[in-house]
C-alpha cells in the first residue's frame, strides 16, 4: 500500500500529547480569548496535530456540545476570494449551520451577513466606486451594473429580476450607508461576540492550516483577518504555520519594515515580533531523534502492507508511544518486542522490518527526522516496486538491493552516477564490489594477526599494514574512501556483489536514464559500428563476431536493431541489414530475434529488399515457414515492386 501523505488522527511521533495540552490550555481559559501557534518546519506534523486537536474537542469521552472546533485552509481559499471575507464567511458559516440558532441569535446572524457582504463590495468595487475613507455611497455603481444588463439581457423580465436582486444585496450590504470601514469591522466584532453569547457557546475553536503554503499576500490577509476576533471572547486560534515561511511573508508584504529595530536594546527581527504578538502560547514540534525516526521507518513499513486499525498494529503503537514518553531511555524495537507484538503478523512482515533496520540510519541522517520526507522516500520505494511489477520485472526486483540504490540516488547523487556510468553491459559493477571487498575486510582500529609460539599476541595496525602492502588504487575507489558517509553506505547490507543492477536503473530512471542509452563496452561499440558498414568492412570482423557469446551478441543484435528502426525511409535496404544478417549467420540463437523483428516492418511500406538475402541467417525450417508467410502477405498488401520480389521470392 501507499501511504497516504495527509493529515492523520494517527499518532505514531507522540505528538498526540501536544494536541492534549493545547486543548487542555483552551478548556482552561473559561471564556477567555486565546491565540496558540504551533510550529514547525515544513512535513513536521503540524496538520496532524491540528486534526488531534479537533478530535481532542469532538470525540468521546472529552466531547463538549457548548466547545465548536472550526477548520480553515487558507491555502485552498487562495486565488478563490479575498482571505479575510473567505475567514468570516467560514467561520459564521460553520456557526449557522452546527449550532442551534434562537430567534434573537438569527438577527445577530444576519447582521453579520450583511457586514461580510459590506466587505465583499468594498473589495469588489474598488476605488473607482467609492472612497473607503469618506465611506462615500457608490450611486454611479447600480446605474453601471443596469446598463450592462439592458445591454446584453433581451429578456426584459430577467433584467427586471437581476436588478431587483441587485440592489436587494447592495441594500444588505449597507453600501447606500454612511459607513466607514473601521466602523464596520467594529461592528461586526460586537456582533461576532454577541452571537457566542447568545448561543451559549463556552468556546469557538478555530484552527487554521496550511498558511506556509500560501502566497505572502494571503498569508498576511488572513492574519490579519484571524486578529479582528482575537480579542472576542469564547474564541481561540490554533494557528499552524512554519514561523520561518511567516517571517518571509512579513518581509515580502511589508518590504520597507527595517530588519532590526535600532534601539539600545538591540530587539528582535521586526518579522518574528509581528507573529509574537499574535501569537500568545508557541508550540515549537520538537524534531524527531535517531531512535524516534528509526521507529518511524519502522512504523510506515510495517502500515504499508496492514492496515492502521488492525488490532496488532494499535498495539504496536502502544508500545511506540510509550517508548517515546522517556527519549533518554529509548533503545528502539527489539526483535522479540516486535515478534511478541505483532504476533500472527510477524511472519509476514519480517522482510519490510528488515528493510527499516537497514535503511533507517542512512535515511534518518539525511531527512534531519523529517516526517514527511521520510515517508516520501517510503512511499517512493514502494512505488517504484509496485511499477516494476505492473511493467512485468518485479520478480528481478528486491526492495533491500532497491531500497540501498534509492540511498544513494537521493543522498550521494553523484556518486550513483559513477556507480551507473561504471556498470557493465551485464548491470555488474566491479569497481564498486572492490571497495565492498576491500570495506569487508578492513581491519577496524586493531586487529589481532597472528600469535607467537609463547602466546603473545602479535599486532598490527592498517598504517603498518598499509605500509606492507601499497596496491595502486582505481581513481574512484580512491575518492569514495574519502567520503566516510558514501563508505558507510557501501559497507551497508544488502551486498550488490552478483547483482544485475539493469533492473534497478531502470526502475529509477523517472528522472535520468543512466543506464540504456548505449552499449557500455568499447569494443561492443566499435563491432556495432562496423556491422553498419559495408560488407566488405564487416568482413574484416568475422573472428571478432563469431566471438561473441549468446549475451553480446544479443546486446549488439538490439543495438542494429534500434538504429534500423530509426531510419524513416525503408523502400531502400537500410543500413545496418547486411550486418544483421551476418551476425545472426553466426549465432543461430538470433533466429527468432530476426524475423521477429523482420515481421515488424509494415507491408504496405518495405521495399523490395525484404523479400531477399535471408537464406544463410535463417536456416530451420520453422523459421523459413514463418519468413514465407510473411512475404505471402507482401504479395497482397506490399508496394508494386515489392509484390513482384515476393512472387519472384516464393516461386
Not at 537497514?358 to 520526507?373: A, F, H, M, V, Y
Not at 573472428?543 to 530509426?566: G, R
Request: aromatic share 8%; glycine share 4%.
Amino acid at each position: 500500500m501507499i501511504l497516504s501523505d495527509n493529515e492523520t488522527k494517527i499518532d505514531m511521533l507522540n505528538n498526540k500529547a501536544i494536541a492534549k495540552t493545547v486543548a487542555d490550555i483552551i478548556r482552561d481559559c473559561d471564556d477567555r480569548p486565546i491565540s496558540i501557534g504551533i510550529h514547525g518546519d515544513w512535513g513536521a506534523g503540524k496538520s496532524s496535530i491540528l486534526a488531534m486537536v479537533e478530535d481532542e474537542f469532538n470525540s468521546a469521552p472529552n466531547k463538549n456540545d457548548k466547545i465548536v472546533c472550526i477548520r480553515f485552509n487558507g491555502w485552498q481559499h487562495q486565488g478563490f476570494e479575498d482571505a479575510k471575507i473567505a475567514l468570516m464567511s467560514a467561520i459564521v458559516s460553520e456557526l449557522s449551520s452546527n449550532v442551534t440558532i434562537s430567534e434573537e441569535a438569527k438577527d445577530i446572524l444576519q447582521k453579520l451577513w450583511k457586514n461580510i457582504n459590506w466587505f465583499s463590495v468594498v473589495k469588489t468595487a474598488g476605488s473607482a466606486a467609492f472612497s473607503l475613507a469618506t465611506g462615500l455611497p457608490p450611486i454611479g455603481l447600480l446605474n453601471t451594473l443596469t446598463d450592462k444588463l439592458k445591454s446584453t439581457i433581451p429578456n426584459e423580465k430577467k433584467v427586471k429580476g437581476a436588478l431587483d436582486s441587485i440592489e436587494s444585496y447592495m441594500t444588505d450590504a449597507k453600501v447606500f450607508e454612511d459607513v466607514s470601514l473601521n466602523k464596520e469591522f467594529s461592528e461586526f466584532q460586537r456582533s461576532f461576540e454577541e452571537l457566542l453569547k447568545k448561543s451559549k457557546i463556552d468556546k469557538l475553536v478555530i484552527l487554521i492550516d496550511d498558511l506556509d503554503r500560501c502566497l505572502p499576500k494571503v498569508t498576511i490577509e488572513t492574519l490579519e483577518a484571524a486578529r479582528l476576533f482575537m480579542f472576542t471572547k469564547y474564541t481561540a486560534f490554533v494557528i499552524a504555520a512554519d514561523e520561518a515561511m511567516i517571517e518571509y511573508a512579513v518581509h515580502s508584504h511589508f518590504p520597507n519594515l527595517p530588519t532590526e529595530k535600532q534601539d539600545d536594546d538591540n530587539s528582535d527581527d521586526y518579522s518574528k515580533r509581528y507573529l509574537e504578538k499574535l501569537i500568545q502560547v508557541p508550540f515549537k514540534i520538537p524534531a524527531l531523534g535517531k531512535v524516534e525516526s528509526e521507529m518511524y521507518i519502522t512504523l510506515l513499513m510495517i502500515s504499508s502492507q496492514i492496515k492502521d486499525d488492525d488490532k496488532e498494529f494499535n498495539k504496536l503503537l502502544s508500545v511506540t508511544i510509550e517508548k517515546m514518553k522517556k527519549p533518554w531511555e529509548n533503545s528502539g524495537f527489539s526483535e522479540e518486542e516486535l515478534r511478541n507484538t505483532l504476533e500472527t503478523s510477524y511472519p509476514s512482515l519480517i522482510e519490510k522490518i528488515s528493510v527499516a533496520n537497514q535503511i533507517s540510519d542512512i535515511l534518518s541522517g539525511n531527512t534531519q527526522g523529517n516526517p514527511r520526507k521520510i515517508k516520501r522516500f517510503i512511499n517512493m520505494l514502494l512505488l517504484r516496486k509496485q511499477m516494476a511489477d505492473a511493467r512485468g520485472f518485479g520478480d528481478l526486483i528486491q526492495i533491500p538491493i532497491l531500497a540501498k540504490l534509492m540511498l544513494a540516488e537521493y543522498y550521494f547523487s553523484d556518486k550513483y552516477k559513477e556507480i551507473a556510468a561504471l556498470t557493465d553491459d551485464y548491470g555488474k559493477c566491479p569497481l564498486l564490489t572492490e571497495f565492498e571487498k576491500q570495506l569487508s575486510t578492513t581491519d577496524p582500529l586493531l586487529k589481532i594477526e597472528d600469535e607467537s609460539e609463547h602466546g603473545a599476541v602479535v599486532i598490527s595496525t592498517p598504517r603498518d599494514k598499509q605500509m606492507q602492502e601499497t596496491p595502486k588504487k582505481d581513481k574512484h575507489i580512491e575518492k569514495w574512501e574519502k567520503d566516510k558517509a558514501f563508505s558507510k553506505w557501501v559497507a551497508s547490507a544488502p551486498t550488490l556483489e552478483n547483482i544485475d543492477l539493469r533492473p534497478y536503473f531502470f526502475a529509477c530512471k523517472e528522472r535520468e536514464d543512466f543506464f540504456f542509452e548505449q552499449i557500455k563496452s568499447e569494443q561492443l561499440r566499435e563491432l556495432v559500428y562496423v556491422l553498419m558498414s559495408s560488407k566488405m568492412v564487416i568482413a574484416s570482423k568475422i573472428d571478432e563476431i563469431k566471438n561473441l557469446t549468446n549475451d553480446e551478441s544479443q546486446l549488439v543484435f538490439n543495438q542494429l536493431k534500434m538504429k534500423v528502426k530509426k531510419i524513416s525511409d525503408i523502400s531502400t535496404q537500410p543500413k545496418g541489414i547486411d550486418g544483421i544478417q551476418i551476425l545472426v549467420e553466426h549465432h543461430k540463437e538470433l533466429e527468432n530475434s530476426l524475423l521477429s523483428f523482420i515481421e515488424s516492418f509494415q507491408t504496405d511500406t518495405v521495399g523490395a529488399w525484404i523479400c531477399a538475402g535471408w537464406d544463410n541467417s535463417i536456416t530451420t525450417e520453422e523459421g523459413k515457414e514463418r519468413l514465407r508467410n510473411y512475404i505471402e502477405k507482401l504479395k497482397t498488401n506490399g508496394t508494386k515492386l515489392t509484390k513482384t520480389a515476393a512472387e519472384t521470392a516464393l516461386k
